[in-house]
């Protein structure tokens, strides 16, 4: 089991910054690729970003790149979500996952999914 808790969230003007961190405990954190994802009132579960279990790897969606950072650090059982140049469409609640495989992150069938925090931008 792995348990995933999400903090940092909070409200920010357009254009501003937040880092949103997810703390990991339980199996060993540095096996799994590690995700965020979003969930906008109304709509669907969004893919946001994925990282490799090394750091190695990372992917993004595009309606965030070159605007969020993920990273990680395994030292401390933590995954990053820097995020920068905010818009009034990024507000949502944010959630890590964490799988074995970052095609399973990806994908949104992580097994293990943190509770939530949410980020709200005012125009």
């Known amino acids: 089991q792995v348990q995933l808790v999400e903090s940092g969230g909070g409200l920010v003007q357009a254009g501003g910054s937040l880092r949103l961190s997810c703390a990991a405990s339980?199996?060993?954190?540095?096996?799994?690729?590690m995700g965020w994802f979003r969930q906008a009132p109304g709509k669907e579960r969004e893919f946001v970003a994925v990282?490799?279990?090394?750091?190695?790897?990372?992917y993004y969606a595009d309606s965030v790149k070159g605007r969020f950072t993920i990273s990680r650090d395994n030292a401390k059982n933590t995954v990053y979500l820097q995020m920068n140049s905010l818009k009034p469409e990024d507000t949502a609640v944010y959630y890590c996952?964490?799988?074995?495989?970052?095609?399973?992150?990806?994908?949104?069938?992580?097994?293990?999914w943190g509770q939530g925090t949410q980020v709200t931008v005012s125009s």
């Open positions: 996952a964490a799988e074995e495989s970052s095609l399973a992150v990806v994908a949104g069938t992580a097994d293990y």
């Open positions: 339980g199996r060993t954190f540095s096996s799994y690729a």
């Open positions: 990282i490799s279990w090394s750091g190695g790897r990372t």
